[in-house]
């Protein structure tokens, strides 16, 4: 069993950053995929940024040169750092967890969940 726990959400003007965590338990961190997905209002869930077990990044188009995932497998974690946010990144965050090396690239791959972070980016 694995558990994720979000944090780093908040209020931010648009142009600005935030750097979102997610804390899992566990001890077989370094086996899982990790996914941030997003969900705003109105809109079904969709994948964010992505990250291998081995390293290897993937973001949607939407928010490539503005965001970067990464992990660190010594202290369970893994991170988003938004830059040049935008108003219509306004939606809550939520991490996910996959166990295996492959991409991930749909929301039924990820076994675990974490319960969200709300980001709100003001015009």
């Known amino acids: 069993q694995v558990q994720l726990v979000e944090s780093g959400g908040g209020l931010v003007q648009a142009g600005g950053s935030l750097r979102l965590s997610c804390t899992a338990s566990g001890r077989t961190f370094s086996s899982y995929a990790m996914g941030w997905f997003c969900q705003a209002p109105g809109k079904q869930r969709e994948l964010v940024a992505h990250i291998t077990s081995g390293g290897t990044t993937w973001y949607t188009d939407s928010v490539k040169g503005r965001f970067t995932i990464s992990r660190d497998n010594a202290k369970n974690t893994v991170y988003l750092q938004m830059n040049s946010l935008k108003p219509e990144d306004t939606a809550v965050y939520y991490c996910?967890?996959?166990?295996?090396?492959?991409?991930?690239?749909?929301?039924?791959?990820?076994?675990?969940w974490g319960q969200g972070t709300q980001v709100t980016v003001s015009s």
């Open positions: 996910a967890a996959g166990y295996g090396s492959m991409f991930k690239g749909e929301e039924y791959m990820y076994e675990y």
